[in-house]
């Protein structure tokens, strides 16, 4: 029997909270290679890696909740395998935040070790980008999405989810080219996402057929 889906988005809220909080504590801090003699603007520059990881890692947790947040909207009940693949797509969300940490510290190591922690958190964003799919295809197959809704519009949001794991794979590429450059095209591929498209939350006092 399916159940109320108020549950599992406030589940999904608390672990994704938890993920921007362990990310900002292991990678907003100084580790023990940091040299402290020159003073503290030296010891900031030493961690640059670090703080550019932080700003797109979060970027990409940030744009995981938008999308969790306007996917979840129009999920009104849920059954067990649907509880299932959002805890997979939780489980890579989770992972982000050390993948993020050994990239930040690998930058600093052999371009084969930048390669290497490059393509590991390449490999857990592009999870929880399928897994976005997956949750989306399985509620619609199985009728768990809000009585109603225009089914031109859930063909539109299913179309936009398909686009991520696609974007994901071109910056997975761009690791074996270069790996910096691969975490600056993430933010590239956030802004696309930050654009309003299909089953994103209208404007604040515009009436829209989207909402439910």
Do not use: C, K
């Not at 989770?94 to 993020?100: D, N, Y």
Request: glycine share 6%; proline share 6%.
């Amino acid at each position: 029997m399916a159940r109320d889906a108020s549950r599992v988005e406030a589940f999904s809220d608390a672990v994704i909270a938890i993920v921007l909080t362990l990310m900002a504590v292991e990678l907003l801090s100084f580790s023990p290679n940091t040299p402290r003699d020159d003073g503290l603007p030296a010891a900031l520059l030493h961690e640059w890696r670090a703080y550019l990881a932080y700003v797109i890692t979060f970027a990409i947790v940030g744009q995981v909740w938008l999308t969790h947040h306007n996917m979840w909207r129009y999920v009104r009940r849920v059954d067990q395998m649907l509880l299932v693949l959002n805890l997979l797509l939780l489980m890579f969300v989770a992972a982000i935040p050390f993948t993020a940490d050994l990239l930040a510290e690998n930058l600093r190591g052999t371009v084969g070790d930048q390669r290497l922690t490059a393509a590991l958190y390449a490999g857990v964003v592009l999870g929880e980008a399928l897994f976005f799919n997956l949750s989306w295809w399985w509620a619609r197959r199985r009728g768990l999405l809000q009585p109603g809704l225009d089914p031109r519009l859930a063909r539109a949001v299913a179309r936009r989810f398909r686009v991520g794991p696609l974007l994901y794979l071109i910056a997975f590429a761009i690791v074996f080219v270069d790996p910096v450059l691969s975490l600056l095209a993430y933010l590239l591929l956030v802004g696309v996402y930050l654009v309003r498209g299909p089953g994103d939350l209208p404007p604040a006092g515009r009436e829209s057929p989207e909402t439910p």
